[in-house]
């Protein structure tokens, strides 16, 4: 069974950094894709960023391309999220998530994964 852990999320000022943390539990890192979502109050769930497990290669959104970098750590089995520029948009629940399916990972950012975190908010306040 799959289990993603998200940490990290917190309240900081217009322009502040934050990285998350999922800590993912069975997940085997071979292939499929990893990556983050997000969905403020009243907007559609959106996919910020992918990664390819099998291979490293990474997926942006335009909404964070430059701003946002994803990396895993496979021996900790956990993925990251460097969240840097923040702005007050940004703010939102942000989600883990993970897949086996093979997707290309900029497409699967468009699909909803099978497996899904709980959650971790960010704030940005202007």
């Known amino acids: 069974q799959v289990q993603l852990v998200e940490s990290g999320g917190g309240s900081v000022q217009a322009g502040g950094s934050l990285r998350l943390s999922c800590a993912a539990y069975?997940?085997?890192?071979?292939?499929?894709?990893m990556g983050w979502f997000r969905q403020a109050p009243g907007k559609e769930r959106e996919g910020i960023a992918a990664?390819?497990?099998?291979?490293?290669?990474?997926y942006y959104a335009d909404s964070v391309k430059g701003r946002f970098t994803i990396s895993q750590d496979n021996a900790k089995n956990t993925l990251y999220l460097q969240m840097n520029s923040l702005k007050p948009d940004d703010t939102a629940m942000y989600y883990c998530?993970?897949?086996?399916?093979?997707?290309?990972?900029?497409?699967?950012?468009?699909?909803?994964?099978?497996?899904w975190g709980q959650g971790t908010q960010v704030t940005v306040s202007s």
């Open positions: 998530a993970a897949d086996y399916r093979l997707y290309p990972c900029d497409t699967w950012l468009g699909l909803t994964p099978n497996y």
């Open positions: 990664i390819y497990t099998g291979g490293g290669s990474t």
């Open positions: 069975g997940y085997t890192y071979s292939s499929g894709c």
